[in-house]
């Protein structure tokens, strides 16, 4: 570890542990933080507080608070201060881990839980970028009746357009050509699987679990005509981190819709015939409302970018222009790894780099960064992340 110069520094290689079990929506982490600072006139209390001021300030701000002053924390961790964050951020819990004297500079351990609220998060993050695939009818039999049994491949498509047209959160890059249903044993290596292939970080899984057609009860006093046909159609889509197979959140909707076509009459699942029906319109309908509940499920989730390439001292990472990135974003550089516990329970780790980048050059799928500062970027290697704080 370098030693500290006369100036107060902090090592800005940080450790969050994003727990599993944890639901994404609420954006709650914890984070392990280590800060350093020079011990002053042999102040060892004003150093460890520098310290670890600045190692909270920072691990606030990377979870998405925006903090107006640093000056206070609880359980006396930083004695009479307290923090003031503005739009929301909240410490739920805050413990010294250690600290280490050395002959002039402190360093400590701190880890936080911190709770980052929906409404700061909108302008701080980019465009996410999400794949999806076919999806599949579960009971593909009932697909037979109207001769619809690859319908599951047109939806996709209907959705991946209503996507993107009314999207403000996310764009849906890529539509794989085949089906992949979360009922799969391999459904987890399947999804990092597409994510790395495509290069993209959330991965949408839809199924189509019902598309079965029945008959109404028949009434008494019409026994000479055939009882109307209706369809039933339900659709499950299954959001998915494409880093870690870790589900972030499930919609499902459903419709029983009366069936306009004979009971073996063949329509085809593109045709406006069928779109234009009762049914084709409730399947509209579930496809819109669906489009949006995934986007707001996408709003407040991170945007982690990948380092496609290291030159020297610029990076190229794999989000640009279309994603909302701009020449002089500031990014933070992170290492992504997972780690199993004592337990068994699988914990997502996230080592950040001490120095931060700017964009200096924005294309539209790309971007290149430099650093904020003269210290070279050292160990920065491909698949190596950044994100917006």
């Given at each position: 570890m370098p030693k500290p110069g006369d100036m107060l520094t902090t090592l800005l290689t940080w450790v969050f542990l994003v727990l599993i079990s944890m639901p994404i929506p609420t954006n709650a982490a914890w984070f392990e933080a280590t800060g350093q600072a020079v011990i002053n006139n042999g102040n060892k209390a004003l150093a460890k507080k520098q310290a670890t001021h600045e190692a909270v300030k920072q691990a606030l701000m990377f979870a998405g608070a925006s903090i107006t002053s640093v000056q206070a924390m609880s359980n006396g961790l930083l004695e009479n201060d307290r923090f003031e964050i503005r739009s929301g951020g909240e410490v739920n819990d805050l413990t010294l881990i250690s600290e280490t004297y050395h002959d002039d500079y402190v360093t400590v351990v701190i880890r936080a839980d911190i709770f980052a609220q929906r409404t700061q998060c909108d302008a701080a993050q980019y465009k996410k970028r999400l794949v999806s695939t076919w999806f599949p009818i579960r009971d593909r039999q009932q697909g037979i009746t109207g001769g619809l049994t690859g319908f599951g491949q047109t939806v996709s498509e209907r959705f991946e357009q209503q996507f993107n047209q009314t999207s403000r959160f996310a764009r849906m890059t890529q539509r794989q050509p085949y089906y992949l249903s979360p009922q799969s044993p391999d459904i987890e290596s399947d999804i990092i699987t597409l994510a790395r292939q495509t290069d993209n970080q959330y991965v949408l899984i839809g199924e189509i679990t019902e598309f079965s057609v029945e008959r109404s009860s028949r009434n008494a006093l019409l026994f000479w005509q055939d009882a109307p046909l209706s369809r039933n159609f339900r659709l499950e889509l299954s959001l998915y981190d494409g880093n870690n197979a870790n589900l972030l959140k499930q919609e499902r909707l459903a419709t029983n819709t009366p069936w306009e076509f004979e009971l073996h009459q063949q329509v085809s699942p593109s045709s406006q015939l069928l779109w234009q029906s009762q049914f084709g319109q409730a399947v509209t309908a579930i496809i819109t409302e669906q489009a949006s509940l995934i986007d707001e499920a996408l709003d407040c989730l991170p945007t982690y970018a990948r380092v496609l390439q290291v030159n020297s001292e610029q990076l190229t990472v794999n989000i640009g222009k279309q994603d909302g990135v701009q020449i002089g974003?500031?990014?933070?550089?992170?290492?992504?790894?997972?780690?199993?516990?004592?337990?068994?329970?699988?914990?997502?780790?996230?080592?950040?780099?001490?120095?931060?980048?700017?964009?200096?050059?924005?294309?539209?799928?790309?971007?290149?960064?430099?650093?904020?500062?003269?210290?070279?970027l050292a160990n920065i290697q491909p698949n190596d992340f950044v994100a917006r704080q």
């Open positions: 974003d500031e990014l933070t550089l992170f290492k992504h790894t997972q780690f199993v516990d004592a337990i068994g329970n699988l914990h997502q780790q996230l080592r950040l780099h001490p120095n931060q980048v700017k964009v200096m050059q924005v294309y539209n799928e790309t971007a290149v960064l430099m650093s904020t500062s003269s210290v070279p």
